[in-house]
């Protein structure tokens, strides 16, 4: 079905769908490594691009692709690339656009091994980089050089929840010819839609609120145009980081359901940031939705919705954290987000462990940030939860 200028939810349901000729409902799973010609000439044109088809599962599958091109109709790009996981999609969007001498500007907050792939493992190709706090336009505006070819955002970024607006951003970019990358992990197409805004390139995390169930691990590029996106696709195809057949199919699956899980674990995220907000033990909160977020505005004009993502600093610190985290009962204490279930987890020595200590307080990673990612479950039974817990402190 052509559902190009259909719904959010319908192009959820049936973009890029693959149907078989037994008239399976679904996309089925193609677990194969390769598959075969009709004849020699049939394999040469295949590989020399004059026929359509399929060679080989690391440079195109029929499950892969169809997943793949689901998220670019969701995302309005040119074409989507599926990754093993959201750090194939990062390696794999810096080697492309990224060689010996370039520069890039990245949100100093971003998930902490997208900046230590740059800083050790790219830095050792003679790549440069500068962190910065990208939620201030100057900022962005002072760290471009001659050599500046890549602007990475995470917006919000993980863990600060700290937006950056991508419209401003991206026009001052393509001022000099920088080629604008956007995290998309936190938002999901469903709340913000990047390419919209002006920028080249979406990332996303599969892992988190796309495939939603905490099942898999996966990543997506989906790139604006042609040019571009063949050249990344070429990129990973050599490098290799492609997607499974299968982790594709439950990506597929999971997906179908984005806008109904987001709804409702937002719905639930702002009840308990309002909790949180008014709640004797909480030293500060960063929430979208909130009134009192710095850039609730932005997030307003943005973003078609705040998110479930919630960071909070409990008074007493870090070691009153601990006890937050070591009493609740209902939430998870594990990484990842972006799931149906609650998860609670602390950056500093977790996700964000691999960053030095200066470059985290510099970006805004303090060591009592606590992050809780708001799950769809009763949200009486996650307030409950909390309030269990904090009465521990
Ligand atoms: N980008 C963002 C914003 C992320 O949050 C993550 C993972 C990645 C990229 C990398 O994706 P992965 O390879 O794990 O699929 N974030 C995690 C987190 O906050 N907790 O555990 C993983």
Redesign the pocket.
């Known amino acids: 079905m052509n559902t190009k200028n259909k719904g959010f939810d319908t192009k959820l349901i049936h973009a890029g769908d693959f149907h078989d000729e037994f008239g399976s409902a679904v996309t089925p799973i193609y677990q194969t490594s390769t598959f075969s010609f009709k004849s020699a000439e049939h394999g040469a044109n295949l590989f020399a691009g004059k026929e359509q088809g399929f060679i080989y599962t690391r440079i195109g599958n029929p499950t892969i692709n169809a997943l793949e091109n689901k998220l670019a109709e969701l995302e309005n790009g040119f074409g989507g690339i599926a990754l093993a996981?959201?750090?194939a999609a990062?390696s794999t969007v810096y080697a492309a656009i990224l060689k010996t001498g370039d520069h890039m500007i990245s949100t100093g907050a971003v998930?902490g091994?997208?900046r230590a792939v740059m800083e050790s493992i790219f830095a050792d190709f003679g790549v440069q980089s500068t962190y910065t706090n990208t939620a201030v336009l100057e900022n962005i505006e002072k760290a471009i050089r001659p050599n500046t070819k890549m602007l990475y955002l995470?917006t919000p970024a993980?863990p600060t929840i700290e937006l950056t607006d991508i419209k401003a951003a991206c026009e001052i970019a393509h001022k000099h010819n920088i080629i604008v990358v956007v995290?998309n992990?936190?938002s999901s197409p469903y709340l913000q839609k990047p390419l919209n805004l002006g920028a080249d390139i979406v990332l996303h995390?599969l892992?988190?609120f796309i495939n939603g169930h905490a099942d898999i691990?996966?990543?997506a590029l989906i790139v604006k145009d042609e040019q571009l996106y063949k050249k990344v696709r070429k990129t990973m195809t050599y490098m290799g980081g492609n997607m499974d057949p299968h982790q594709a199919y439950l990506v597929i699956r999971g997906v179908k359901t984005l806008s109904i899980r987001i709804d409702r674990a937002q719905e639930n995220a702002m009840k308990v940031a309002e909790f949180l907000e008014n709640h004797p033990k909480i030293e500060w909160i960063k929430y979208p939705g909130l009134k009192s977020f710095p850039q609730h505005e932005l997030a307003k004009q943005q973003m078609t919705g705040f998110g479930s993502m919630i960071s909070f600093g409990v008074k007493g610190g870090y070691k009153a954290g601990i006890v937050l985290m070591n009493n609740v009962k209902l939430a998870l204490l594990a990484?990842?987000?972006g799931g149906v279930e609650s998860l609670i987890?602390h950056p500093a020595s977790m996700?964000h462990a691999g960053v030095s200590k200066e470059a985290r307080l510099e970006a805004g990673i303090t060591d009592e940030l606590v992050r809780y990612a708001v799950g769809i479950e009763t949200v009486e039974d996650i307030i409950e939860d909390l309030e269990q817990a904090l009465a521990k402190i």
Request: no cysteine.
């Open positions: 996981s959201g750090m990062v998930y091994p997208s995470e993980n995290d992990t936190f995390s892992t988190k691990v996966g990543g990484v990842s987000l987890q996700t």
